[in-house]
């Protein structure tokens, strides 16, 4: 291990994440004293909604981002639905809702394999391994079918020949032989052979988007439900072949989960086990709740994950939150580029601005001046208080609250780990309540699917509500909310509608909050105090242990930033060397 001294160690871009994100670490000598997070790019999607008709939001806020699509459009549709106080069919709720299990199942399973295992996982390493020995590996952790000495030996072949050809192709420009890798061969090579079988599998369960969508990415929403009628003898409807396939890609989704993505995260974080001691940082979580019931977005008690907010790693205490209320939910811009009108400290989202103003300096450029703005994105508060949402918020709020399913499969996890509660509050955590919430979905996703055939069965078909859908029945100015836990985090989009027109629209995204700078108060983001939390660096050259958190959170800053002048055209060029 190397002394880094005082020297502020830069990573730019972070990759294997979506978007453009820099990271600058202060050392103490081996340990992160401080870090900054900044995105690269700056939002205008917001800007450009403003004067458009509510009801076409959704297919401009889809393309916040290209990956996170569903979640930006349904969580549009939502905010003009509470602007008029629309409600839905509980079949279109349904249908939403098998939509939304199905993004955050295929989300967080490319994001393990594809995304964050490599930060763990040693591919050179795999070419070392005894295919027998792994065969017999995989067998001890599960029953998945594709596991013979036979099915690795081919896997191994495959991974030799992108080495003998003398590149790694897609595991390229990585730290492999890095001593903070701690897998023996065998475990490597399953991880692999399990990151190339995901590849196949991520294409055919994304056909469920397709199925109630029309297409993936980018499907279809409209204001009032779905826009998939369901007629069991029409071809072009939700029929009961299509309902079939839905079912088929459900079976995939769980046996995948159950027998490949759970074993694999616990064989894997049982070598790790130190890495349940740091990367948590601010110990404040917040969940908005999703997922309703029959009564919909009106009845928050029927929501599967619920709402609240955690503060002090206190799960004894959860503390209700308002989307409304202007002292809650606020965006600060002390640090980033963005100024707001007059002496306002901080905004709530119905009356947030976006008004762009770049201090900073010309790129290439050695490092961020912290002391000013050094991000474009601002820094969402609650209450005052720097929050962490995502997959460790939801887990824990519904361990709070008594969640049957999440409190066994909690203390399964740490019981097979040997590892205290404490645990869950980490990097550690953050990657396995990603995996735990995979397998609660995958199981939510029956019985959201046999609801609906239920209520098919029963004569309900209706997908779609045309009350209020002429705009002359609309108030003259309403606002409203539209919020989703996406696979990322709480996700909320808030709209002003004033004579039939978008008057304001605020788009707070998960790494938003996760990924946001330091606010005046100097409370650092979720990101940064995460680094903050005990970190020490083996090599500063390869910093495998800054991405390994920052992956951890799963980023996507594109949702946060985006860059484009008001004619589309290209403001500058960042070049990496």
Not at 165 to 173: D, H, N, P, S, V
Not at 327 to 338: D, L
Not at 462 to 469: I, M, S
């Amino acid at each position: 291990m190397s002394d880094t001294g005082n020297k502020r160690i830069v990573v730019d871009p972070i990759t294997r994440i979506e978007g453009h994100l820099r990271i600058e670490a202060q050392m103490d000598g081996n340990k992160i004293a401080s870090a900054y997070s900044s995105g690269t790019m700056v939002r205008g999607i917001e800007v450009i909604l403003q004067g458009r008709d509510p009801r076409d939001a959704w297919a401009f806020a889809q393309r916040i981002c290209g990956v996170c699509t569903l979640v930006h459009g349904l969580t549009s549709i939502r905010s003009v639905e509470d602007a008029l106080n629309y409600t839905i069919p509980h079949n279109a709720e349904l249908i939403r809702n098998l939509m939304s299990g199905a993004q955050y199942i295929h989300d967080h399973v490319m994001h393990f394999y594809h995304l964050h295992a490599l930060d763990w996982v040693d591919v050179v390493s795999a070419l070392s391994a005894d295919p027998k020995a792994t065969s017999e590996l995989a067998q001890s952790l599960s029953s998945y079918p594709k596991s013979s000495p036979g099915y690795f030996s081919d896997m191994k072949k495959k991974l030799k020949t992108f080495v003998d050809a003398g590149q790694l192709g897609i595991f390229a420009k990585a730290y492999w032989g890095h001593p903070a890798y701690k897998l023996p061969p065998e475990a490597n090579l399953m991880a692999v052979s399990h990151y190339l079988e995901a590849l196949t599998w991520q294409r055919d369960v994304a056909k469920l988007h397709t199925i109630f969508g029309g297409k993936n990415p980018h499907p279809n929403f409209v204001v009032g439900g779905v826009p998939c009628p369901i007629d069991l003898n029409s071809d072009s409807a939700i029929n009961a072949k299509r309902l079939a396939q839905v079912q088929e890609i459900i079976n995939q989704m769980k046996l995948f989960v159950e027998q490949v993505y759970l074993p694999d995260t616990l064989a894997i974080a049982s070598f790790y086990k130190d890495w349940g001691a740091r990367g948590e940082g601010l110990g404040n979580f917040l969940t908005y709740g999703d997922f309703p019931g029959k009564g919909g977005m009106a009845d928050p008690t029927g929501f599967m994950i619920p709402s609240g907010a955690i503060l002090n790693r206190d799960l004894s205490k959860i503390h209700d939150v308002d989307m409304n209320a202007s002292e809650e939910i606020q965006e600060y811009v002390s640090h980033s580029w963005y100024d707001y009108d007059g002496d306002k400290e901080g905004l709530h989202p119905y009356d947030g601005e976006t008004n762009l103003n770049y201090t900073g300096p010309k790129p290439p450029y050695k490092q961020l001046d912290v002391e000013q703005s050094y991000s474009w994105m601002k820094s969402p508060r609650w209450k005052g208080h720097a929050m962490e949402v995502g997959p460790l918020a939801r887990v824990l709020m519904l361990y709070a609250r008594g969640h049957e399913q999440t409190k066994e499969l909690v203390d399964m996890t740490l019981n097979k780990l040997d590892v205290p509660v404490t645990a869950l509050f980490s990097t550690l955590g953050r990657t396995a309540a990603r995996t735990l919430e995979t397998k609660i979905f995958a199981d939510a996703m029956q019985g959201w699917l046999d609801d609906l055939i239920a209520n098919i069965k029963a004569g309900d078909t209706r997908t779609f509500n045309e009350v209020l859908w002429e705009p002359s029945s609309w108030p003259k100015q309403s606002r409203g909310v539209g919020f989703m836990e996406a696979p990322r985090g709480g996700l909320a989009h808030w709209i002003v509608i004033e004579d039939e027109k978008i008057e304001n629209y605020q788009a707070v995204v998960p790494s938003t909050w996760n990924a946001g700078p330091r606010d005046a108060q100097g409370q650092p983001g979720a990101y940064e105090a995460a680094l903050q939390d005990n970190h020490t660096l083996h090599d500063a050259e390869q910093p495998v242990e800054i991405l390994r958190t920052i992956h951890s959170f799963d980023p996507c800053i594109a949702c946060a930033v985006h860059l484009t002048d008001p004619d589309g055209e290209e403001i500058t060029q960042v070049k990496v060397k």
